[in-house]
């Protein structure tokens, strides 16, 4: 006798229910699905970066601060025009500030460039604001970007509000 080989099953034909189906209740009544109506975990909370508004981050604050030390008021402003409306407004503040304090900055040494022909106390005058106003700006760079990064507003040193 021949081997036998195993039958497959059959599968059910188009409309007839498959072994081991219970139909639903009569009358309407339908059975809950599984975890139907309850909250998934994570669901409804914001998802890290979704959500924030336009201008949370806290900038280029420290390379502003210490290329404006030695290039002074130009990398301010370029960094104030392109981040004022990026970041948030507490970098935004203290790049205005940076900006403010790199205006008196130039200014003071033009002014103090005109006594320089004074032979003795224009000279002396002319190395204190260069100096000084060097010494400020490292002091600055130093400080300021610690307090940005914090949330807190760095305080600058004989900083007008002229921009804003």
Same mark, same amino acid.
């Given at each position: ?5 195993? #039958?497959?099953?059959?599968?059910? !034909? ?13 009358? *309407? @009544? @339908?059975? $809950? @699905?599984? /975890?139907?109506?309850?909250?998934? $975990? *994570?669901? !409804? ?5 979704? *959500? &924030? ?5 806290? /900038? ?8 404006? +030390?030695? =290039? ?14 990026? +970041?948030?407004? %507490? ?18 040494? #033009?002014?103090?460039? =005109? #006594?320089?022909?004074? $032979?003795?106390? *224009?000279?002396? %005058?002319?190395?204190? %604001? +260069?100096? /000084?106003? =060097? ?12 307090? #940005?990064?914090?949330? &807190?507003? /760095?305080? =600058? ?8």
């Amino acid at each position: 006798m021949p081997p036998q080989q195993p #039958v497959p099953p059959q599968q059910p !034909g188009y409309g007839q229910q498959p072994p081991g189906y219970n139909p639903p209740p009569a009358g *309407g @009544q @339908q059975y $809950p @699905q599984p /975890g139907y109506g309850q909250p998934q $975990p *994570g669901y !409804g909370q914001p998802q890290p970066g979704y *959500g &924030q508004p336009y201008g949370n981050e806290p /900038g280029n604050i420290t390379l502003n601060l210490w290329l404006s +030390v030695f =290039f002074s008021w130009i990398p301010a402003l370029i960094f104030y025009l392109v981040e004022k409306d990026k +970041v948030n407004p %507490v970098a935004r503040k203290a790049a205005a500030d940076n900006l403010n304090f790199q205006l008196i900055r130039i200014i003071a040494i #033009v002014a103090s460039a =005109f #006594v320089i022909w004074i $032979p003795i106390a *224009g000279i002396l %005058v002319y190395l204190a %604001v +260069v100096i /000084g106003t =060097f010494v400020i700006a490292i002091i600055h760079a130093a400080k300021v970007p610690g307090d #940005v990064n914090a949330g &807190q507003y /760095g305080k =600058f040193m004989l900083t007008p509000n002229w921009i804003k």
